[in-house]
């Protein structure tokens, strides 16, 4: 599916716009790179029956180094430069994140109320250490 196609399909009018309008908005630039890391990175698994990921990590790769053209901050573009050099690295990380994530759903434990020991005053609600009340 070529570019014209992939956006058309998907009908999203503001992606549209990116290309038409704010190609030279450097931080339109830099969101679409983050949104398109985000899209083909952490939800690859699900864009990928009806998407072109690589299309989408190409895309983002160059939104971000169309950001970093006219960024007057040296170490900002050498950042963005950096994502663009690595952004198929970074993709795969999100990706990875997201199916371990799912994966384990319950991999996270909540948290233990707070047991009372010795140099700890409560004060109403908020716990304070070796504070006067």
């Avoid at 009908?11 to 290309?19: G, I, K, M, S, W």
């Avoid at 790769?61 to 430069?81: G, T």
């Avoid at 199916?99 to 908020?126: A, F, H, N, V």
Wanted: glycine share 4%; charged share 25%; hydrophobic share 40%.
């Amino acid at each position: 599916m070529g570019p014209l196609r992939e956006l058309l399909a998907i009908d999203h009018r503001q992606a549209l716009e990116v290309f038409v309008l704010l190609m030279h908005d450097r931080l339109m630039m830099e969101t679409a790179g983050a949104q398109c890391l985000l899209l083909a990175g952490f939800f690859e698994d699900q864009m990928h029956p009806r998407h072109n990921i690589r299309w989408y990590a190409e895309l983002g790769a160059r939104f971000f180094s169309r950001a970093a053209l006219p960024e007057q901050s040296r170490h900002k573009a050498r950042l963005l430069d950096a994502i663009v050099r690595r952004f198929e690295l970074w993709r795969r990380h999100h990706a990875q994140l997201s199916r371990e994530l799912r994966d384990q759903p319950y991999l996270l434990t909540p948290p233990m109320p707070p047991t009372p020991s010795s140099g700890r005053k409560e004060c109403s609600s908020i716990e304070v250490r070796d504070l006067p009340c």
